[in-house]
T-cell receptor
Framework: DVKVTQSSRYLVKRTGEKVFLECVQD?????MFWYRQDPGLGLRLIYF???????EKGDIPEGYSVSREKKERFSLILESASTNQTSMYLC??????????????FGPGTRLTVT | GDSVTQMEGPVTLSEEAFLTINCTYT??????LFWYVQYPGEGLQLLLK?????DKGSNKGFEATYRKETTSFHLEKGSVQVSDSAVYFC???????????????FGQGTILTVHP
C-alpha cells in the first residue's frame, strides 16, 4: 500500500524559531510537493521537487525553504516562524507517467501552531 | 493562470439526498481534472478523475463528467450517506506548453455534512 508519512501530526512553535517539517514516501516517486491548507483558500503550493536536489517555487514560497537530499524525503523549513504561518501543512508525492495525469498521494498533514 | 472555482459551502444534506458540488475551471489547452476528498483528520485522497473532454470519472457512487464546452466538472451522487461527510476539492493538472511535473491547481474546497 502506498504511503506518505509526515513527522508530526501536531506541532507548536514560538515566533522566530526555525521549524522543520519532514515528509517521507515509500513509492519511489520522482515528484514531491508541500502545500498549506487554510479554510476558504483550499490548498496552496509552497514548493515542489521533481528530482533529488531539484526544487521549484510554488505559489507562496515566501518565508519557506525546502531540502531534498534523498529521493524519498522532502523537508519544509520555516526559517523564522511567524504567527501567519499557523496552518495545516500537507505533503504529497507523484510519479512521472503517461500524459502527466498521475495521482498525487497525500500524507495526513501537520497542524502547526506558531505562538 | 489556471484556476478552479467551487461552489460556496458548507453543504448540509440529509441521508439519501442527491448531491451536486459545482466546479468550473479556467485553463489553456486540455487539462486533466480531479476530485479529491479529505475525511476528518486525514490527508487528501483521490476520489475520481477524467483526462479528456466527455470522459466520466466514477468511484464509490460519485460521478463527474468533463465538459469542455462549459469548462465544468461537477461532482454528483444520487444518495449520500453519513460517511460521505468530508471536504471535497476539485483540481486540475495542466500540461500545456511542456511538463507540469504533475502540479495540481486546487479549488477552495467544499465542506459536506450529511445528517442521519
Amino acid at each position: 500500500d502506498v504511503k506518505v508519512t509526515q513527522s508530526s501530526r501536531y506541532l507548536v512553535k514560538r515566533t522566530g524559531e526555525k521549524v522543520f517539517l519532514e515528509c517521507v514516501q515509500d513509492m519511489d516517486h520522482e515528484n514531491m510537493f508541500w502545500y498549506r491548507q487554510d479554510p476558504g483558500l483550499g490548498l496552496r503550493l509552497i514548493y515542489f521537487s521533481y528530482d533529488v536536489k531539484m526544487k521549484e517555487k510554488g505559489d507562496i514560497p515566501e518565508g519557506y525553504s525546502v531540502s531534498r537530499e534523498k529521493k524519498e524525503r522532502f523537508s519544509l523549513i520555516l526559517e523564522s516562524a511567524s504567527t501567519n504561518q499557523t496552518s495545516m501543512y500537507l505533503c504529497a508525492s507523484s510519479t512521472i507517467g503517461d500524459g502527466e495525469t498521475d495521482e498525487q498521494y497525500f500524507g495526513p498533514g501537520t497542524r502547526l501552531t506558531v505562538t | 493562470g489556471d484556476s478552479v472555482t467551487q461552489m460556496e459551502g458548507p453543504v448540509t444534506l440529509s441521508e439519501e439526498a442527491f448531491l451536486t458540488i459545482n466546479c468550473t475551471y479556467t485553463a489553456t489547452g486540455y487539462p486533466s481534472l480531479f476530485w479529491y476528498v479529505q475525511y476528518p483528520g486525514e490527508g487528501l485522497q483521490l476520489l475520481l478523475k477524467a483526462t479528456k473532454a466527455d470522459d466520466k470519472g466514477s468511484n464509490k457512487g460519485f460521478e463527474a463528467t468533463y465538459r469542455k464546452e462549459t469548462t465544468s466538472f461537477h461532482l454528483e451522487k444520487g444518495s449520500v450517506q453519513v460517511s460521505d461527510s468530508a471536504v471535497y476539492f476539485c483540481a486540475l493538472n495542466n500540461n500545456a506548453g511542456g511538463t507540469s511535473y504533475g502540479k495540481l491547481t486546487f479549488g477552495q474546497g467544499t465542506i459536506l455534512t450529511v445528517h442521519p
